[in-house]
Structures are given as C-alpha cells and as structure tokens.
C-alpha cells in the first residue's frame, strides 16, 4: 500500500544547539544534566500547546533545537524570532549557552523526521560561522522582519558585522528583576572564566575562553544599555 506523498513548505527555520554540550554529555556520570535537559524540554513541549507557540513547528535532538514557523503565517519571521528570544533565553537562565542561526527555505516536519534546504543552511550558518553563544539571522529573514522587532531584538556584531538575534532582552519580567537575572548569567560565566583561565596550560582552553569572553562583554552591554527598557521589552509569563 503507497504512503501519502509529502512535501516542503517555505519555512522561516532556526537550528539552535548547545555549546559544550559534547564534553558535558562525556562527563555526566550521575545524569545530572540529561535530566535538566529532559526537564527543560518536557516543560517547553506543555508550552508549546499554547497560544503563545501557534504555528510554530519544533523538533529536539539530543541538544539540538529545530524551530520552525511557514512563510504563509502573518508577521512568520517576527513570531519566530520573539519565540527563539524566548527560548534562549530561558536555557541561558538554566546555565545552558545557546548558538544556532535562522533562515529561510524549504522545510518538512513530522513525527519522525525533519528535512529541507532551510534546516542545512541554518546548521551550516550555525556550526561555521555563529562560533560564540549568539543566533545569527540570515539577511533574508531580517530584511522580512518587522521594523520593530528589527530594532528591539536584531543587532549587528561589532566582532565581525554579523546580524545576531539579542535574546537577552527576552529575559521575563520587570526591569529589577530583568537586570538581576543577567547579572547572575554574568556571574556563572565570570566563574566559569576564572577556573578555565587558572587551568589554561598551553591554551587548552582558548576555545571555550573566547566563546565565554563574547558572552561576557554581551551581557555587560546589554545590561548598561537601558535605553529600551522605556520601548518595552517581551515580559514572558513563563520565565520565573
């Protein structure tokens, strides 16, 4: 008996992995981090029943995130970006360093498989080029992007002038409680820094350190930059 034929959709598609995920998978002899994972993962999928995550396609594998949303949705790359604003920031709250890239093309999804050309340019865009623990987002994707949201959560990295998506101004809840919680985030990574550098030998490190380094001049910045907060900012129920 023949199967229904499937197809592709134009998608805006984002692929969004973990740093460091491969040595902490090596390391975790008591499966601390497989069920904070799980965890986190299980509570996103009763999220994802909501209104709040409507049309929006997502997939996990292992510590990688497929986030997809059709071009046929009103205001799709808007939608897609704020819900990856809101994801990442919710695994940075964790103690999980979120990189991925978003871009445009053809996409399927079901209960067993992904494919399409936009789920390959969004892992090639991620694993050559995001390198630091930032989501690019292809020229295509931001150009359709509100104008809004283009100057509330897109900004181009001083690094290199790659356009990044700033999830860390989808951190939930008011200004206080929003500073307080990067600043955290900034304390776990200055920690993290000063244990790697202590045991740097011959630069055994660098890698990490570098990825650490961006992470810790992005959230300094964001945090002395207040400037928005009289815009508004995604206030998000489900981050505590």
């Not at 998978?25 to 008591?30: G, L, P, T, W, Y």
């Not at 909501?50 to 997939?59: C, G, L, T």
Request: net charge neutral; charged share 25%.
């Amino acid at each position: 008996m023949s199967s229904k034929k499937i197809s592709t959709e134009e998608c805006y598609v984002a692929s969004i992995d973990l740093l460091g995920m491969k040595r902490i998978m090596c390391s975790d002899k008591e499966g601390n981090n497989l069920n904070s994972i799980r965890n986190i993962y299980k509570s996103w999928v009763k999220i994802f029943n909501e209104d709040y995550f409507k049309n929006i396609k997502v997939r996990f594998f292992s510590d990688n995130v497929i986030i997809a949303i059709p071009v046929s949705v009103s205001n799709g790359p808007d939608i897609l970006l704020e819900r990856i604003g809101w994801l990442c920031s919710h695994l940075l709250k964790c103690g999980y360093k979120p990189r991925g890239a978003v871009t445009k093309g053809a996409f399927y999804s079901d209960d067993i498989f992904v494919w399409g050309s936009a789920l390959v340019n969004a892992y090639l865009l991620e694993s050559k080029e995001a390198i630091y623990p930032r989501i690019l987002v292809d020229k295509t994707v931001a150009n359709e992007a509100g104008e809004h949201l283009s100057d509330f959560l897109l900004f181009y990295d001083k690094e290199d002038d790659k356009q990044c998506l700033n999830y860390l101004r989808s951190f939930g809840g008011n200004s206080v409680q929003w500073v307080s919680d990067i600043s955290s985030s900034l304390g776990r990574v200055n920690e993290e820094i000063l244990v790697l550098e202590k045991s740097n030998e011959n630069g055994i490190n660098d890698n990490i350190l570098n990825k650490l380094y961006w992470l810790k001049k992005y959230e300094k910045e964001v945090i002395n930059d207040f400037s928005f907060i009289s815009n508004g900012f995604i206030i998000s129920k489900y981050l505590c």
